[in-house]
Each structure stands twice: as C-alpha cells, then as structure tokens.
C-alpha cells in the first residue's frame, strides 16, 4: 500500500500568513500576530523582556518553562501535529511546571524524553524534572541516556536482551551499585559515567 505525501497549499488571499489584512495590520512595537507566531519561543522571551510592562511579564512567566525544558526552539505558532513524542512530553512537562497552585502528589511518567536532545537541552530537561520531585511529585522514565539513568535516584533495568531474551529485572537500585553489576549491559555503559 502506498500513501500520497501531504500536499500543502497556500491560500491566495492571506499568503499563509492565516489572518485578514486588516488584523494583520495592527502591530505592537513593530510586529503583528503573524511575525509574534513565527519567533521562537527563545525569540518571544527576549522580544516582550525588552518592552517591560505587566502583562509582557505575565507573557514571559507562561512561556519561560517551555525554554526551561529545552524547547525555546520551536515556532509560537507551530502546530502540535509536528511536534516529535519526545516534545509532545515536554509540553507537557512545561505545563505542569507553570501550575502556581497545589495540584496534589502525581506521578509523571516519561518514555524517553531525552529523544533528539543536544546534551545541554538534556541538562535542562534534568533540571525541570527535578523541580517537579522538589514539588512532592514522582517521576517515572523510560530512558536509554547514561546521563539521565546516572542522575536517577532508583535504577531498575531490564533485559539482559531483547525480545523473547529478555523482560527480566537484571538489577535494581542505585546507579552507583548499578555501575558495578557486571551482568547488566547498562551497568557496563554507566560505570565510566560515574567512575566506577
């Protein structure tokens, strides 16, 4: 069976920029909705940071927790249909940092957030999910990355293989006594991590 690919037009009135003419001409300090959509979240944070006022910093408190989990590089506007699972999560994450108020002890889990991430985005996500234990809750991943399994609090790996070979709980506890389990193929990756 074979799939057409995904056609994309763009509409001959608005030039994809998706508004009337006449919203698009209403501007703040140079910029209509369609150029506000098109920044970063990076760019959004710096641009309303730079006209200071009460409501640019309520702007600035909603969107700073989606950087502060390693996404200040998609669009404002861009829609949740591109975004990869791994970002999907961290929406999602983002959201529940931004909470000001007492939503009870939850228990968050991942499967593999680190997807697609540069090493310092990592640290930055390491950094949020932190913030959420700090708050009472748990967190639960599903994760392959050396950095985060060595950062975890109670390690438990499955294998040793794949498949019909695996399934079994190899080791469970901390990352350090998990580095020297030598019949774990995670403990042998992680034990130069953590100098073992």
Not at 45 to 53: A, K, L, Q
Not at 99 to 120: A, M, N, R, V, Y
């Amino acid at each position: 069976m074979q799939f057409m690919a995904d056609v994309e037009l763009t509409c001959e009135v608005c030039k994809g920029m998706r508004f009337r003419k006449d919203i698009l001409e209403v501007r703040y300090h140079g910029k209509n909705i369609y150029d506000m959509l098109e920044m970063t979240i990076n760019e959004a944070i710096d641009f309303f940071g730079n006209h200071p006022g009460r409501n640019e910093k309520r702007i600035i408190e909603k969107l700073k927790p989606l950087s502060d989990v390693g996404l200040g590089y998609i669009k404002m506007g861009q829609s949740s249909s591109t975004l990869s699972g791994g970002e999907s999560q961290r929406v999602k994450l983002a959201y529940f940092l931004s909470q000001e108020k007492e939503s009870g002890h939850i228990l968050f889990i991942f499967d593999e957030p680190t997807t697609g991430l540069h090493f310092h985005d990592i640290n930055k996500l390491l950094t949020s999910l932190n913030a959420l234990v700090d708050h009472g809750h748990s967190v639960l991943l599903i994760e392959h990355n050396q950095e985060v399994i060595k950062s975890c609090d109670w390690v438990i790996d499955l294998g040793p293989e794949g498949g019909e070979e695996g399934g079994y709980v190899v080791f469970e506890g901390r990352p350090e006594e998990l580095a020297e389990c030598r019949d774990s193929y995670t403990g042998r990756y992680l034990a130069p991590k953590l100098k073992v």
